[in-house]
Structure formats: structure tokens, C-alpha cells
């Protein structure tokens, strides 16, 4: 177990759909990341929060939002899903002075979006 | 932004080989991780580098600022070792950019 908690595993859903995933960052750590990795893309950066408030934007789509609560787990919103939208998606947290860490971030199990 | 290049894309060795994925980077980085990510997908920080060398068990991960590239070392390669191994380059607060990754499979 990474600390890092993402929910669920897996999920199917249907085109048009809208699905949250959910990330608990390790204990201690006040940014989150949200990735995406496709099977032709490899790993994209999505978004990044720190301490509840967005800090960097990536190539993340309008049908795409995402926030951080103030116990600082994250969810990542995902409307009007297409059929390529189907990837993994990861998050990681990190200590911003990377104190607790030799490693920097901690990647959490991810969660497999499959839509048909 | 930074451009993230990784080689080989794919790797088959045989058990007990000494191993070596090199990446290289366009701009000047604050600091160069190498994830390892198993078939079931987890991933996991095997390195953080920003000078010199770091070795951990039978992986040795090396940069080289000045040539804008790294390497990440295994010996005594196992099956186990199997994977993908990405590269990843960080520069002061902008987010990681990734390399592709290189498959790695370890033939007993």
C-alpha cells in the first residue's frame, strides 16, 4: 500500500456518462495530481491541487473538472464521457519540500475508465 | 517544454543480465524521477535524482546534467524485474513530463 488511495479500481460506463474517481492523498501530503495514461498516449498530466486550491493545469478537457475538499481528498469529474476517454487514470501525491520522502511522489493504484 | 525521450522502447534479456534504459532531456530539470510500473499498472517512484548517483538493492540510477541525460541500471536481472520503466523530468513547479516508457522482460 503506496498511502496513496484511489476509488474505484475499475469502471465501465457507458458513452455520455459522467463518473467521479476519488484520490486520498498519503497522509501528510498536500498536493494531488491527477494523470491520464492511454494506450497510445502514455502519461499525461491533468491537473494538480495544493491544499485545496488548483496550482497547475495541464491538457485536461473542458468535460473534464476536478477539486480538492478540505481533508484534502480529491475527485476528478468526468462528463459526457467518450470512447476515448477509456485509459488509466492515476493520482500521486507529494510533500512540496519532499521532507517525508527520498522519492518525491507517491503514486496510487489508479483507476481503469472503460467506456462503451 | 520539455521533451522526454526514452530508449530502448522495448527490452528482452536474459536472467541475469546487467541492464541499462537511458532518457534524455531537452531542458535544464530540477530533478529526474524513474517510476517502474508492473502489468497489473501500479506504479511505483523507484528514484529521484538531481546530481550523481543513487543506488538502491540492484538498481543504480545515474544523471548527467551537463549531457541532459540518466540512466537507470539493473544487475543481476530477475524475471521479476519485468516492467515498464518511465523517466520523468521535473523543473522547478511545472508539472512532470514523462518519457514513453521502456518495456522490460526478463526471460528466465
Known amino acids: 500500500d503506496s498511502g496513496v488511495t484511489q476509488t474505484p479500481k ?5 458513452t455520455g456518462q459522467r463518473v467521479t474517481l476519488r484520490c486520498s492523498p498519503r497522509s501528510g501530503d498536500l ?15 491533468l491537473i494538480q491541487y495544493y491544499n485545496g486550491e488548483e496550482r497547475a493545469k495541464g491538457n485536461i478537457l473542458e468535460r473534464f473538472s ?6 484534502l481528498h480529491s475527485e476528478l469529474n468526468l462528463s459526457s464521457l467518450e470512447l476515448g ?18 522519492y518525491g511522489y507517491t503514486f496510487g493504484s489508479g483507476t481503469r475508465l472503460t467506456v462503451v | 517544454k520539455n ?5 530502448p522502447q522495448n527490452l528482452t534479456a536474459q536472467e541475469g543480465e546487467f541492464i541499462t534504459i537511458n532518457c534524455s532531456y531537452s ?16 506504479i511505483v517512484s523507484l528514484f529521484m535524482l538531481s546530481s550523481g548517483k543513487k543506488k538502491h538493492g540492484r538498481l543504480i540510477a545515474t544523471i548527467n546534467i551537463q549531457e541532459k541525460h540518466s540512466s537507470l541500471h539493473i544487475t543481476a536481472s530477475h524475471p521479476r524485474d519485468s516492467a515498464v520503466y518511465i523517466c520523468a523530468a521535473e523543473s ?17
Open chain 1, 66 to 71: 476536478a477539486q480538492q475538499f478540505p481533508d
Open chain 2, 3 to 7: 521533451e522526454v525521450e526514452q530508449s
Open chain 2, 92 to 108: 522547478g513547479n511545472t508539472p512532470l513530463v514523462f518519457g514513453k516508457g521502456t518495456r522490460l522482460s526478463v526471460i528466465a
Open chain 2, 27 to 42: 531542458v535544464g530539470i530540477s530533478a529526474l524521477h524513474w517510476l517502474q510500473q508492473h502489468p497489473g499498472g501500479g
Open chain 1, 31 to 45: 498536493s494531488v495530481y491527477w494523470y491520464q495514461q492511454s494506450l497510445d498516449q502514455g502519461l499525461q498530466f
Open chain 1, 10 to 14: 475499475h469502471l465501465i460506463t457507458a
Open chain 1, 85 to 102: 476517454d477509456s485509459a488509466l487514470y492515476f493520482c500521486a501525491s507529494s510533500d512540496p519540500n519532499f521532507s517525508g520522502s527520498n
